[in-house]
């Protein structure tokens, strides 16, 4: 390796008495590409942010290219060539994308702003890396893929050698992912040094030339992708052996939940076009798909929170009309949302008020609240499913993603549900957290629960359903028992080639 | 420096806070009464002087503090909800209208003990209407309340305006541009005789501690924060949006519309567009200075009458110019919004 253009050195950092980042040190090569890999909590974010002059180390220090960089100063990062690319992107939806890339470049006095120039240099750079983007289009009209590309784009704009990536998966589909990662490496090969962040396994495996552990704001350990292997990284980065539960064999009961030529028509648009699927009890059915095929209407649907506009739902044996929300929570059906910060909690409210609120009529006496059955309501499912950093009366936004998302599941499971829909439920967790919902979705269906499981993880899919639809454009294939397919088989499904495939069968 | 969010509000913080914030008003006012060439804790003792100096500038005071309760009541529910509502100035007026109208010309026969809650439910519907159809405008086509319901305060005041200069005009009056009287039935019984104190003092402080009871008990006060803080959240739970919104706008509305109502027959008997000296805004002022809690709402209503009646004795006593009570008001409110910051941030390195 040619020399280090970034040295981390015996970088700490303490919150109050939570100690984010305990003597790390870390270089980076040119033309390297690191990963910076970590539960939620385990100091990443704050390393980078000290790199970046958000932070002021309470010790250590970072130096580019052998020279110092003052503590605390993003200007002064900027200016050694550090570009950060954050989760949440740091861009103006009303101006275009020339405009927010040269946005902060040029001085606030002066007369006549260069445009034209800027232009120039943008559409060098989106050439050279491969990164296309309209420069004249809108922010706000693009997708949540271009918007990052807008993003790396205004770093690479102000000369970034060194780019520093957070969570850049997290807001991204699979193929943008895949997208992302082969630019990133191009960059790499083209002279650049990255850093990204994740705690996403396998995307660190395929990307990342080093790949450094960090728990608890410890670095543990640090190694070559070529010398490691995905379970001794999920168990450095957890701290002890990590097995995502898998499924046994099942044994399906009765049909509780049967629709026949669904379709749902939003906005003029039908999201779903009459699809078919049954639930079976002790059964899961996974619904596959690349997100943005209709998988959040077909939730909704069953949330109670669409309406079908053509097509029969059959619950319980009974054909049923619109599904109302306190109808479905009545009915036994256990909800997920697909976004647990935006519809699974209000984040204001106590744990309690959010355990209750979807079933506050048993919660509540000639429309008084009882708070008391309500905090031992949240007291039940807090011991029951593991629920840390919170008591009933705190409020729900202070609980990590992964115990918000047990509550969520508690508040559910708790009263044994006779159908569980589960969208999207392990999105955006860590490994252990990971493995805990995993485990409850199957004790569910080993109690008898149908459970519907949305998600674009293959991997999740595979290991938790019983049979496995996918979801294309707002239409279902026909389902398939899990043991007769492949990775390779479903990501046919998923990119809508079941069609085919059965007109072959047929002939 | 960055800002923090708190974790935990300590309740010392929280108690603290309008004391800390209006304490820091008062010293910032200073300083322009002593531009003014007043001394100034001279000043501040004609203030209270001038509110509670004596028996007549206290029930004054109090006169004074009970339609700013019921609009700042009424503010205070809407924002809670997160519905902006801006018009209670307009609703006031319509509340006030519609009971000098219905004592003039329909009901103005009935005894008081049947006269007067009759009227008070006849004001309050008139202020339910005038917000029903901005909500009404938002839920169908996303318009903006707060621009709907500003403008309609000068709809409204106008319409008002056009009322008693015509078809409601009080003949006996002179040609003034006034309606028609109440019934004398229709007066509100005084607190206090003597006075100008009337039982809407008591009505006022009644209604914020069952607001209070609403919001903090009942399943309709858990939807209701919970359709404000995070409407799809609230969806996702069930909560009925737009069924809570119209509660929420009926309560609203219908407080602003009773401040009128109440004001026609405990005060004035009457109506002229001058009834109300912007009880409406300052029930917004009130509302924010209480961090949207009703209890909290009666003694920021208390306090902002007291600056109002009090500036007025000390401007007559001592020559400064009786905005120096707007002044006030105004820096209190901002210094409270500050100081509101201050319990949920902390400042960090």
């Excluded at chain 1, 078919?276 to 095929?293: C, Q, T």
């Excluded at chain 1, 059906?333 to 519809?343: K, L, V």
């Excluded at chain 2, 209006?22 to 501040?44: E, R, S």
């Amino acid at each position: 390796m040619s020399e280090a253009v970034l040295e981390i050195s015996g970088v700490s950092k303490r919150f109050g008495t939570n100690l984010a980042n305990d003597n790390i040190s870390l270089s980076l090569a040119k033309g390297e590409i690191v990963a910076l890999l970590g539960e939620n909590g385990a100091g990443k974010t704050t390393l980078m942010s000290i790199l970046f002059g958000h932070y002021v180390p309470d010790t250590g220090k970072v130096s580019v290219m052998g020279e110092d960089l003052p503590p605390g100063k993003p200007r002064a990062a900027i200016r050694a060539g550090i570009g950060m690319v954050h989760q949440h992107f740091s861009l103006a939806p009303n101006l275009t994308v020339l405009e927010n890339v040269m946005t902060g470049t040029e001085s606030l006095w002066s007369l006549a702003s260069n445009v034209s120039a800027a232009r120039k240099k943008l559409m060098a750079i989106s050439g050279r890396f491969g990164l296309r983007v309209d420069p004249d289009a809108r922010l706000g009209d693009l997708s949540v893929g271009e918007q990052q590309r807008v993003e790396i784009l205004k770093a690479l704009y102000n000369d970034a050698r060194i780019l520093v990536l957070d969570e850049p998966t997290a807001v991204l589909t699979n193929i943008e992912a895949e997208k992302l990662f082969s630019t990133l490496k191009d960059m790499a090969r083209q002279g650049l040094s990255l850093i990204f962040i994740s705690h996403k396994l396998d995307e660190v495996m395929a990307t990342a030339d080093r790949i450094v552990v960090l728990r608890g704001g410890k670095l543990v350990a640090e190694r070559k992708a070529a010398d490691t292997s995905k379970a001794e990284l999920a168990e450095l980065m957890v701290g002890r052996a990590v097995h995502r539960p898998v499924r046994d064999a099942a044994t399906p009961g009765e049909t509780v939940l049967e629709a026949v030529g669904v379709t749902v028509r939003q906005d003029g648009v039908d999201r779903l076009k009459a699809v078919d699927f049954h639930l079976r009890a002790g059964e899961v059915l996974g619904i596959i798909g690349v997100s943005g095929n209709g998988q959040t209407v077909l939730a909704q649907l069953l949330s109670g929170t669409a309406q079908r506009s053509a097509g029969d739902l059959v619950l319980y044996g009974h054909g049923i009309g619109d599904l109302t929300v306190a109808e479905a929570v009545e009915a036994g059906i256990g909800r997920i949302p697909e976004d647990r910060n935006r519809e699974g909690a209000i984040g204001e409210m106590a744990i309690w008020e959010n355990a209750v609120l979807e079933r506050i009529q048993r919660f509540s006496r000639h429309g008084l609240v009882d708070r008391r059955a309500g905090i031992a309501f949240a007291k039940k499912i807090i011991e029951g499913f593991d629920v840390r950093g919170g008591t009933p009366v705190s409020r729900i936004r202070l609980l990590s993603g992964g115990n918000m998302q047990k509550l969520i599941l508690g508040r559910n499971l708790i009263e044994r549900p006779r159908i569980l829909l589960a969208a999207q439920p392990a999105r955006g967790l860590d490994e252990g957290a990971v493995a805990a919902v995993h485990e409850r979705i199957l004790e569910a269906r080993r109690a008898g629960t149908a459970v519907l499981l949305i998600s674009e993880d293959l991997e999740e899919v595979m290991a938790l359903a019983d049979r496995i639809q996918a979801i294309v454009g707002g239409r279902l294939s026909p389902p398939v028992k899990a043991e007769d397919v492949d990775a390779r088989r479903l990501g046919l499904m998923m990119a809508g080639e079941w069609e085919k495939e059965q007109v072959a069968h047929a002939v | 420096m960055r800002f923090e969010r708190r974790e935990h509000r300590p309740a010392a913080l929280v108690i603290a806070t309008p004391v800390i914030a209006v304490i820091a008003a008062l010293a910032v006012a200073g300083v322009l009464i002593a531009f003014a060439g007043a001394p100034v804790l001279t000043a501040y003792w004609k203030i209270l002087t001038g509110a509670f100096g004596s028996r007549l500038s206290t029930t004054e005071t109090l006169t004074r503090a009970a339609p700013l309760m019921l609009t700042g009541l009424a503010a205070a529910i809407a924002f809670r909800a997160r519905l902006w509502n801006i018009g209670a100035e307009g609703q006031f007026y319509f509340g006030a209208i519609a009971v000098a109208a219905a004592s003039a010309h329909l009901f103005g026969g009935l005894p008081s003990l049947l006269q007067i809650p009759i009227l008070f439910v006849v004001g309050a519907i008139a202020g339910m209407v005038l917000l029903l159809f901005p909500l009404w405008l938002r839920l169908r086509f996303s318009v903006d309340e707060v621009v709907t319901t500003l403008l309609l305060n000068f709809v409204a005041i106008l319409f008002v305006s056009m009322l008693i200069d015509g078809v409601l005009k009080d003949p006996t009056a002179f040609g003034w541009p006034q309606s028609e009287a109440v019934a004398d039935a229709a007066r509100l019984p005084k607190l206090l005789a003597r006075s100008r104190l009337h039982i809407g003092l008591a009505i006022a402080v009644v209604l914020a501690l069952v607001v209070h009871f609403v919001q903090s008990r009942t399943v309709f006060g858990l939807q209701s924060r919970a359709a404000g803080l995070n409407p799809a959240g609230a969806g996702f739970a069930g909560v009925p949006l737009a069924r809570t919104l119209v509660i929420v706008a009926m309560m609203s509305g219908g407080l602003a519309g009773l401040a009128g109502a109440i004001e026609v027959m405990g005060v004035k008997g009457y109506v002229t567009t001058d009834l109300s000296p912007g009880y409406g805004y300052s029930g917004i002022v009130v509302a924010m200075l209480a961090n949207l809690n009703p209890l909290g709402v009666v003694l920021a209503a208390l306090f902002t009458a007291i600056m109002f009646v009090g500036a007025d004795g000390m401007s007559r006593s001592m020559g400064i110019p009786t905005y120096i009570a707007d002044v006030t008001v105004a820096l209190s409110l901002i210094s409270m919004l500050i100081a509101v910051f201050f319990t949920q941030y902390r400042i960090s390195r």
